[in-house]
């Protein structure tokens, strides 16, 4: 039973928590110095179609819990999902969050969230999923490995 609590992946913070906290730093920036960066029916505009975009991030946790697994990374994973938005992206729930987080922005009008973005993008590549390919390729072996050989990690 050890054993199967470590077996994780050692994600350095939950992704939600990653993307609310650049979004708070960019809001917090964005008060201190308002700096818009598109005429506000386009951002409104592009807000919804963001927002909408980012419904692929809801289709993965519905592809985890079909496959009986857990998107929670505090827990082993049952099984290598492939299927549903993951035949075309390896992490759909991180576009989901990517897609909301550039919708919050541009239904804001905001440009410092949005300048922020590259810094939360840097901790979900470097803390978040690079950790879970590791323990991926270690959990699941060659079949992860030809996986990822043919779907790419964001799109």
């Known amino acids: 039973?050890?054993?199967?609590?470590?077996?994780?992946?050692?994600?350095?913070?939950?992704?939600?928590?990653?993307?609310?906290?650049?979004?708070?730093l960019g809001w917090g920036l964005q008060r201190l110095w308002p700096r818009p960066w598109l005429p506000v029916s386009w951002a409104r505009a592009?807000?919804?179609?963001?927002?909408?975009?980012?419904?692929?991030?809801?289709?993965?946790?519905?592809?985890?819990?079909?496959?009986?697994?857990?998107p929670n990374p505090w827990r082993p994973t049952m099984s290598l999902v492939t299927g549903g938005p993951y035949r075309f992206t390896r992490n759909p729930m991180y576009v989901g969050f990517t897609l909301w987080y550039l919708a919050a922005t541009s239904w804001a009008n905001a440009l410092w969230p949005l300048l922020v973005l590259p810094l939360v993008l840097l901790v979900m590549?470097?803390?978040?999923?690079?950790?879970?390919?590791?323990?991926?390729?270690?959990?699941?072996?060659?079949?992860?490995?030809?996986?990822?050989?043919?779907?790419?990690?964001?799109l």
């Not at 807000?47 to 519905?62: D, E, H, P, R, S």
């Not at 270690?138 to 030809?146: A, I, L, M």
């Open 1 to 24: 039973m050890a054993s199967e609590e470590r077996d994780i992946p050692g994600v350095v913070a939950p992704p939600p928590l990653i993307y609310a906290a650049g979004l708070l």
């Open 46 to 70: 592009l807000g919804l179609v963001l927002l909408l975009a980012g419904l692929i991030g809801i289709a993965g946790v519905v592809a985890f819990r079909r496959a009986g697994t857990t």
């Open 125 to 154: 590549q470097r803390g978040v999923i690079a950790r879970e390919e590791a323990y991926l390729r270690r959990r699941f072996g060659r079949e992860y490995e030809e996986y990822g050989a043919r779907v790419h990690r964001w």
